[in-house]
């Protein structure tokens, strides 16, 4: 089954709106882990304006020997007072999994993936320390692209589809051109050797057409829609139903 990993920085918006440590993102991983999903999600940000470092070490503790762990970031921001940078986080902590994201400083949330022809040659000493500290490294790509053998080359063992431009497409009932071009961008990353991965704006409503679209799928990353429909459900309902949708 394709395993569903929860995004938990609405959790901390939420918390560092008010300040103090209410909502808690620690017993949030808990009750998402007890409903069932495999994995835990979050992306720190040089603002710290959510994830901060440390919930990221609160919650490497927590899953350790539970759930996989995915850290996203953009390992070319540098790092600043309290953040250490993406890859030094990541040698704390040693996830499971570091997705790098070419997010910059000033973007509210990600919104396109790297290019991977122009990117690939920066990237190839970041994906190697990475491996180095024991994690897989996904790289976050868009819909429509449909090389990666330089990839492969410098050790990056999945991708993660962008598909914020297919929710929205979905929405608006004009859905089947973006769903074909996700679903020959992960054919063709899996024919180069890869696992696919997918995350932004998946939400109930639309999960299911993207997953039977995509064979093989290996893991969703899914948070604002899924805390957001967790405030009239309940958390653990909610994770339950994404797991039923991932069935």
Do not use: W
């Amino acid at each position: 089954m394709t395993l569903l990993s929860v995004n938990l920085n609405k959790i901390a918006v939420l918390r560092n709106s008010r300040g103090g440590t209410e909502p808690d993102i620690a017993r949030a991983a808990h009750t998402c882990i007890d409903a069932g999903c495999g994995g835990i999600t979050v992306h720190p940000r040089p603002d710290q304006r959510h994830v901060r470092p440390d919930d990221v070490r609160t919650l490497a503790a927590l899953l350790r020997g539970r759930v996989e762990y995915n850290i996203e970031g953009n390992p070319f921001a540098a790092a600043r007072d309290g953040y250490p940078g993406l890859i030094g986080l990541a040698r704390e902590v040693r996830p499971t999994q570091v997705t790098l994201v070419p997010d910059g400083d000033g973007q509210i949330t990600s919104d396109h993936g790297f290019d991977l022809q122009r990117d690939i040659e920066a990237l190839r000493p970041i994906v190697a320390e990475l491996r180095d500290i024991g994690c897989r490294v996904s790289l976050f790509v868009d819909a429509g692209t449909l090389e990666f053998d330089a990839a492969v080359a410098i050790g990056v063992e999945r991708v993660e589809i962008y598909t914020g431009p297919y929710a929205h497409a979905f929405a608006e009932g004009r859905v089947q051109a973006e769903l074909d071009r996700c679903a020959e961008t992960a054919r063709r990353a899996q024919h180069a050797g890869l696992a696919v991965n997918a995350g932004h704006d998946l939400s109930q409503a639309n999960l299911g057409t993207f997953k039977a679209a995509i064979p093989g799928l290996a893991e969703v990353s899914i948070g604002h829609a899924l805390i957001g429909e967790a405030l009239y459900e309940g958390l653990a309902t909610t994770v339950r139903n994404y797991l039923q949708i991932l069935r």
